[in-house]
């Protein structure tokens, strides 16, 4: 069964700061894998997708890679605002016997402080 | 076009009654997804179609729980009798086709706590 693991689970940087999320997943077997973020009391926003065949993908100052024989993908921040404060979490698609499904990490939840 | 749209926003009920969360998809996406987010288990799948087709009711919790599109664009998920575990807060999504290639977009959700 596909775990998905984020560290760390809070992380707390001043405004402007770079960063780093981290993903693990234990299957390699994925479709894509996907980064949202998640403003309290609301849904999950797309952020980006990687397919598997794809090592990074860029939407402004996002970065994510992902490296699917370890089984990692990471998530960078570039000069951090307080407005990316928010829980980030990252999915995995994958084919399982019992169907296809997008599973989640518990998310990273981030505060950058003004 | 105003994305996912799901109804009712909130739903505070009492155990036993029956509990219908509705969904509306971006229009020309072909897939939809209903799940369940808790603090003690995460975002969790609940099943997911394709064409009006389910493809995926693996997550279904139990015979309580039912979702249906009576259409393309609609979809409704049924909880009958709710329980008090069934609080959480559920989400529906739907992407333009296959989610194996296609991003998912997300509704804002339905707070459901049942007494």
């Known amino acids: 069964k596909q775990e998905v693991t984020q560290i760390p689970a809070a992380l707390s940087v001043p405004e402007g700061e770079n960063l780093v999320l981290n993903c693990s997943f234990t299957?390699?077997?994925?479709?894509?894998l996907q980064w949202f973020r998640q403003d309290p009391g609301k849904g999950l926003t797309s952020l980006l997708l990687?397919?598997?065949?794809?090592r990074e993908q860029t939407s402004g100052r996002l970065n994510a890679s992902l490296d699917k024989s370890s089984g990692r993908s990471t998530l960078y921040i570039a000069a951090s605002q307080p407005g990316d404060s928010a829980t980030y979490l990252c999915?995995?698609?994958?084919?399982?016997?019992?169907?296809?499904?997008?599973?989640f990490g518990e998310g990273t939840q981030l505060t950058v402080n003004p | 076009d105003a994305g996912v749209i799901q109804s009712p926003r909130h739903e505070v009920t009492e155990m036993g009654q029956e509990v219908t969360l509705r969904c509306k998809l971006i229009?020309?996406?072909?897939?939809l997804f209903w799940y369940r987010q808790t603090m003690m288990r995460g975002l969790e799948l609940l099943i997911y179609?394709?064409?009006?087709?389910?493809?995926?009711d693996s997550g279904m919790p139990e015979d309580r729980f039912s979702a249906k599109m009576p259409n393309a664009s609609f979809s409704t998920l049924k909880i009958q009798p709710s329980e008090p575990r069934d609080s959480a807060v559920y989400f529906c999504?739907?992407?333009?086709?296959?989610?194996?290639?296609?991003?998912?977009?997300f509704g804002p959700g339905t707070r459901l706590t049942v007494l």
């Open positions: 999504a739907s992407s333009l086709d296959s989610p194996s290639t296609d991003t998912q977009y």
């Open positions: 299957d390699s077997a994925i479709y894509n």
């Open positions: 990687i397919q598997s065949s794809q």
């Open positions: 999915a995995v698609y994958i084919l399982e016997t019992s169907g296809s499904r997008l599973t």
């Open positions: 229009s020309g996406h072909n897939s």
């Open positions: 179609f394709n064409n009006n087709v389910p493809i995926d």
